[in-house]
């Protein structure tokens, strides 16, 4: 019996996870991430030359975010998480002033952990602190999968200044999905006055009890379409983007399921509802510091070597990459010559020739290559790591414009 009332409900829940995807609020969020990853390639094409597809990116994001949403659906139908009395409003209004401090602020984290608390200390504005926190620790569960399967593909090489302030490689990996979700909400009276079919659920559903009011009365569960999208950002500087985004997805894989957990708890003791509401915006905050600190004070794996030339990335397709060079390998010679700089490599590259031999190392392996090209001089599809002089092109420490707005205010107050 209870297994057949969640086929039931899984089956509704899908449902309307397909009724979201022909909302037409979904278009419009597909075409701003759209919007997103054109940017990207517009970088990548300002910085090495290269563009890649924008729609084509969007195309995989769709449907990474697809199979987002059926998954985080199934855990908000599963947990009992619903919309009422979450504050969305309010929600979005301190995470974009968060967001003037710094971009990365622009969380459900740390805006549902201030208005939880401001609700506990005040008493105002009234907030379902059991059901925010359990929303925010399902999508950030949906986002760490995400993180894993898709975190790590086609990511923007880039200069960076670590903060030994010495210039090295890295990537940037950043993400944007858009979500079709199915999110419950609560309406007070028996199931006969509503229309649809009655499901009875099993005694211990839903482990995320009815907040307030609502949990001495008699409620009836629907489930509405929503749309949302996710997304990531990040820097792999002391390893190969994959291994990057495998460490976040588990950091994060914890902390959403923590925060999950002390969300059940505080539905059943309301006066533990100050665990989650701390544990939010300080466990993400964690996770965030120990993936900088590991990043920007490890060791860099993209410099210049003591001989050769490191590569820092490879275009898909490229010659360079049909002969197998991958991010990572040094560069030893071309032909029967040296390589010791970049622009040794350059001279070397830009021969006649269609076809050149290749010798680099991968690891300890030294393997020799052929490198085709269909027209003589035309480019391999090289990316090289920084050398040394080399400036960095991108700046990802800066803060939001409100630390910036208040320095220049206060420079001007200075008596001169």
């Keep these: 019996m209870m297994d057949l009332a969640l086929f039931k409900v899984f089956s509704m829940t899908a449902i309307v996870v397909l009724k979201a995807l022909i909302n037409p609020f979904f278009t419009v969020v597909i075409v701003l991430v759209w919007a997103q990853y054109r940017r990207m390639q517009g970088t990548k094409m300002t910085l090495f030359g290269v563009r890649e597809s924008a729609l084509r990116l969007t195309a995989l994001a769709l449907a990474y975010g697809v199979v987002g949403g059926f998954l985080g659906s199934l855990l908000m139908v599963l947990f009992g998480v619903t919309i009422n009395e979450v504050g969305i409003g309010w929600l979005w209004g301190i995470a974009i002033l968060l967001m003037l401090f710094h971009p990365r602020f622009l969380c459900f984290s740390y805006a549902g952990g201030v208005l939880s608390l401001v609700s506990l200390a005040l008493g105002y504005p009234q907030v379902n602190i059991p059901g925010l926190m359990g929303l925010v620790a399902v999508l950030h569960f949906v986002e760490s999968v995400l993180i894993l399967l898709s975190g790590h593909r086609d990511p923007l090489?880039?200069?960076?200044?670590?903060?030994?302030?010495?210039?090295?490689?890295?990537?940037?990996?950043?993400?944007f999905w858009p979500i079709p979700l199915a999110v419950m909400t609560i309406f007070p009276g028996a199931a006969q006055q509503l229309a649809g079919d009655i499901i009875r659920?099993?005694?211990?559903?839903?482990?995320?009890?009815?907040?307030?009011a609502l949990s001495s009365q008699e409620i009836t569960y629907s489930v509405l379409p929503v749309i949302a999208a996710l997304g990531y950002g990040e820097l792999a500087i002391t390893c190969l983007p994959r291994e990057r985004a495998k460490r976040s997805a588990v950091h994060l894989a914890v902390f959403s399921s923590v925060l999950l957990g002390l969300s059940v708890l505080a539905s059943h003791h309301p006066q533990l509802s100050v665990l989650p509401a701390l544990f939010s915006p300080l466990g993400h905050e964690l996770i965030i510091y120990l993936g900088r600190r590991e990043e920007l004070q490890g060791a860099p794996?993209?410099?210049?070597?003591?001989?050769?030339?490191?590569?820092?990335?490879?275009?898909?397709?490229?010659?360079?990459?049909?002969?197998g060079i991958r991010a990572g390998d040094v560069i030893r010679r071309i032909g029967d010559y040296p390589v010791s700089f970049r622009r040794d490599l350059a001279q070397l590259?830009?021969?006649?020739?269609?076809?050149?031999?290749?010798?680099?190392?991968?690891?300890?392996k030294t393997k020799r290559r052929k490198i085709l090209r269909q027209k003589p001089g035309l480019p391999v599809g090289l990316i090289t790591a920084p050398e040394p002089g080399d400036l960095p092109n991108v700046d990802y420490l800066k803060g939001g414009p409100l630390p910036g707005l208040l320095r220049r205010f206060r420079r001007r107050l200075r008596p001169k």
């Excluded at 030994?164 to 950043?174: C, H």
């Excluded at 005694?203 to 009890?209: A, D, F, H, M, V």
């Excluded at 590259?349 to 300890?364: H, R």
């Design 157 to 175: 090489p880039v200069y960076v200044r670590n903060q030994a302030g010495r210039v090295v490689g890295a990537f940037n990996l950043q993400k």
């Design 201 to 212: 659920m099993p005694e211990w559903w839903p482990l995320i009890r009815p907040w307030g």
């Design 301 to 323: 794996r993209f410099v210049s070597p003591a001989s050769g030339v490191m590569v820092l990335d490879v275009i898909k397709g490229s010659p360079a990459h049909r002969a």
């Design 349 to 364: 590259l830009e021969s006649g020739a269609e076809t050149l031999t290749v010798e680099f190392t991968t690891g300890l």
